[in-house]
C-alpha cells in the first residue's frame, strides 16, 4: 500500500476502511508488524472496531521456548 520510505503509520485506519468498503469485506482483521503501527494507528483501529494482531520480537524468551522451535 505505502512504499516503506512514506512511513503514514496514523494513516492504516482510513486505508483499511476505504479498502473493505471498496472490496465491499463486511469483516477484516488487521496483522501487521509493531513497526508499522503507531499507538495512533492502533488507537485508529481499536476505536473503528477493526481487531488486530501485532507482531513483535520476543527478546526476552526463557531458554525453553527457545530451544522448542
Do not use: W
Not at 11 to 35: K, M
Not at 40 to 45: D, N, Q, R, S, V
Not at 48 to 56: L, Y
Amino acid at each position: 500500500m505505502l512504499g516503506s520510505s512514506k512511513a503514514e503509520k496514523h494513516a492504516i485506519g482510513p486505508i483499511i476502511a476505504q479498502f473493505r468498503a471498496r472490496h465491499r469485506i463486511e469483516s477484516i482483521v488487521v496483522v501487521a508488524d509493531a513497526d508499522m503501527l503507531s499507538a495512533e494507528g492502533l488507537t485508529a483501529l481499536d476505536n473503528a472496531d477493526m481487531p488486530f494482531i501485532v507482531d513483535s520480537r520476543c527478546r526476552e524468551l526463557s531458554y525453553q521456548a527457545r530451544s522448542s522451535r
